[in-house]
């Protein structure tokens, strides 16, 4: 009985494919540390760049370190003038569990301010240049006031609410007493956990911390006279000391995590829609915000 050639082409085809798709999930599984190879100490590096929004990805980049038994140390290079408070706070968080397993050192780039001073804290040594923008250290809570542009176009706006600071930080109405003074305790107390946090992880007690808790920048030399870093370094500085810290030679190998954690699948479709031209994204804006930077 004669094959059929379409049949046999088929077939072919098939093999192919089923090929390539067991090399691309055997270098995705040796990628996220599926499959375990022989090496030696390596040194994780993470990345922190820009306005801190979300902390899902950096969140999984940690445990990815935490968990990696090769991995000796990690080094997390920080360049964001700050972002979210929550955010943040997780960041930090996830940062003091890794270094209570492994080494943990920063680098700071251009900027390190507010946010991104926040998660350095969580570091036993913390690298920045001489001139790295650092600090920062308060919070700004802003509301946008729209009363007088209504006025002029004839808009104006009824409400119905449960409780009298239901729509507290409206932009359609002014801002009562009782409505600042709960903000600004709020406000108060989000600083205080800031401070505390820089308190521990800098060990500086809170009363020599007042006088630069204020919001004011720092320099990188200036942060270092101030107690607020450990050394002016750029980061290979930083890869040599945490190299020698681990006994990992003059030419340790870095490990950078994987940027997008997500299956096989799901991957291949992203990179296909991101060649179609289509871009996809979640943007869930809640009420206002509390932010680290300005």
Same mark, same amino acid.
């Given at each position: ?10 077939c072919a085809v098939g093999g192919v ?75 930090? =968080?996830?940062?003091?569990? *890794? ?5 943990? +050192? ?5 900027? @390190?301010? #507010?946010? $991104? ?38 808009v104006k706006t009824e409400v119905v ?16 007493? =009782?409505?600042?003074?709960? *903000? ?5 107390? +989000? ?5 505390? @946090?820089? #308190?521990? $992880? ?81 943007? #869930? ?10």
């Amino acid at each position: 009985m004669k094959k059929r050639p379409f049949l046999v082409a088929a077939c072919a085809v098939g093999g192919v494919f089923v090929f390539f798709l067991l090399v691309i999930l055997a270098a995705g599984m040796l990628r996220q540390g599926s499959f375990h190879v022989p090496a030696g100490a390596r040194i994780g590096i993470i990345k922190v760049r820009g306005t801190i929004t979300d902390s899902e990805l950096l969140l999984q980049q940690i445990d990815q370190f935490r968990k990696q038994k090769t991995v000796k140390a990690v080094i997390l290079r920080v360049d964001s003038p700050g972002g979210g408070v929550g955010p943040s706070q997780e960041i930090y =968080e996830e940062l003091k569990r *890794l270094a209570a397993e492994k080494p943990l +050192v920063v680098s700071m780039g251009s900027v @390190a301010a #507010s946010g $991104g001073y926040y998660i350095a804290v969580a570091a036993q040594r913390i690298f920045a240049n001489p001139g790295t923008i650092t600090g920062s250290i308060g919070v700004i809570m802003s509301f946008p006031d729209y009363q007088e542009l209504m006025g002029k176009v004839g808009v104006k706006t009824e409400v119905v609410k449960s409780g009298r600071f239901k729509d507290i930080g409206s932009s359609t109405r002014d801002f009562t007493v =009782e409505d600042r003074a709960l *903000l600004q305790g709020l406000i108060d107390d +989000v600083h205080l956990q800031f401070i505390e @946090a820089v #308190s521990a $992880g800098r060990k500086l007690p809170v009363e020599q911390l007042l006088p630069l808790v204020d919001g004011r920048i720092f320099t990188g030399r200036q942060a270092l006279e101030e107690g607020l870093i450990d050394e002016l370094g750029s980061l290979p500085d930083a890869v040599r000391y945490t190299a020698q810290l681990i006994g990992a030679g003059d030419d340790p190998e870095l490990l950078y995590p994987d940027e997008q954690p997500t299956g096989l699948w799901e991957r291949y479709l992203n990179s296909a829609v991101t060649r179609l031209g289509f871009d996809l994204k979640l943007n #869930s804006p809640v009420g206002p915000q509390f932010i680290w930077s300005r």
